[in-house]
């Protein structure tokens, strides 16, 4: 049973350029969260989809968006990149109305130049 | 969000114990417990949660203090695999729509 898996592992944009990260949720997962973690920090919650819905929203601007699809696969977009949008971007799979730990995949570590 | 106070760092030997405290004074009467992992390279992984009495699974023990203003997770015997960043984090449920709320954890490190 694949766990979370992201793509890509990594990548390099410049200032100002979009970017797509793109999660697949441990296989009976429905609800897909983003966390960003910034080098030496713990992550920081950015969204949460249920439903092709967002459920819950961090303190993050909208310049980050997401989209869930009917397989539950979900995708984070960041528009207009800033240089401390630099991080590892985090996602996490579960089961929205069962108790149940988060599975996390192994995330995608963007730098912004 | 109920803030939490844990060591910044902690050293083990290989094979010993290892006891990890958490602070959550401001914690409510219904908030869950939980522990998460991260070893390097790698995303958190869950350890263990509990609510108001102790805790154990196949990788760890949680301690609850009876005012639940503090718990210490317990590593019963340390290996190398170990070494990770250890977070603790309250949360209003145990349910997977649940948000956490991760503050900085504690390095552990293990030393063989």
């Known amino acids: 049973d694949a766990g979370v898996t992201q793509s890509p592992t990594h990548l390099i944009k410049t200032r100002g350029q979009q970017v797509t990260l793109r999660c697949s949720p441990k296989?009976?997962?429905?609800?897909v969260s983003w966390y960003q973690q910034a080098l030496g920090q713990g992550p920081q919650f950015i969204f949460q989809?249920?439903?092709?819905?967002?459920?819950q929203r961090g303190n993050f601007p909208d310049r980050f968006s997401g989209h869930q699809f009917p397989n539950y696969s979900s995708e984070l977009n960041v528009n207009a990149l800033l240089l401390g949008d630099s991080a590892l971007y985090l996602c996490?799979?579960?089961?929205?109305?069962?108790?149940?730990?988060?599975?996390f995949g192994e995330g995608s570590r963007l730098t912004v130049l | 969000d109920a803030k939490t106070t844990q060591p910044n760092s902690m050293e083990s030997n290989e094979e010993e114990p290892v006891h990890l405290p958490c602070n959550h004074s401001?914690?409510?009467?219904?908030?869950?417990i939980h522990w998460y992992r991260q070893l390097p390279s790698q995303g958190p992984e869950y350890v263990i949660h509990g609510l108001t009495s102790n805790v154990n699974n196949r990788m760890a023990s949680l301690a609850i203090a009876e005012d639940r203003k503090s718990s210490t997770l317990i590593l019963h015997r340390a290996t190398l695999r170990d070494a990770a960043v250890y977070y603790c984090i309250p949360s209003i449920s145990n349910f997977g729509n649940e948000k956490l709320t991760f503050g900085t954890g504690t390095r552990l490190t293990i030393i063989p």
């Open positions: 401001t914690i409510s009467g219904t908030d869950y």
């Open positions: 996490a799979s579960s089961l929205a109305l069962a108790p149940g730990e988060l599975f």
């Open positions: 296989s009976g997962h429905d609800t």
């Open positions: 989809y249920y439903e092709e819905e967002e459920r």
